[in-house]
């Protein structure tokens, strides 16, 4: 049987009033049966200093917005924040790991920040299944 495709809403937010949203495409075998229109899955997380720390290291993103709290604190946004490809992490594993889990992979995806996430800060990342394509 050939892959399907889903299409999966993703909000995150940082902050009630704070909405980041992307709508991916998925694959994964024979996962339509499983899913429904609705489904839905969220991850409740907070990205600590050694989190960023740690995905500069590996990313070789060491900008000083996200590590210097001293050179943060003289921007626009008062202190470091988290970095975006970071945030995102969390909705790939949420995908992978919960909804529609195991075998999924993602093709691609549109971002767009709307507002930024401080280090330190709770975050929720929910998917939630819009349309199924048989």
Request: with cysteine; proline share 4%; charged share 20%.
């Amino acid at each position: 049987m050939s892959p399907q495709a889903f299409l999966l809403s993703k909000f995150f937010s940082a902050a009630p009033s704070l909405r980041y949203t992307q709508q991916p495409l998925l694959y994964g075998l024979q996962l339509c049966r499983f899913l429904s229109i609705g489904d839905s899955a969220s991850l409740r997380r907070q990205f600590t200093a050694a989190d960023v720390k740690g995905f500069a290291d590996v990313s070789g993103d060491t900008n000083a917005l996200h590590l210097d709290d001293d050179y943060a604190k003289t921007t626009r946004f008062g202190g470091c924040i988290v970095h975006g490809m970071l945030m995102n992490g969390a909705i790939s594993a949420l995908i992978a790991n919960t909804l529609p889990g195991k075998g999924t992979i993602y093709l691609g995806q549109e971002i767009k920040f709307k507002a930024p996430l401080y280090v330190g800060d709770h975050c929720t990342v929910r998917v939630e299944v819009l349309e199924i394509r048989r």
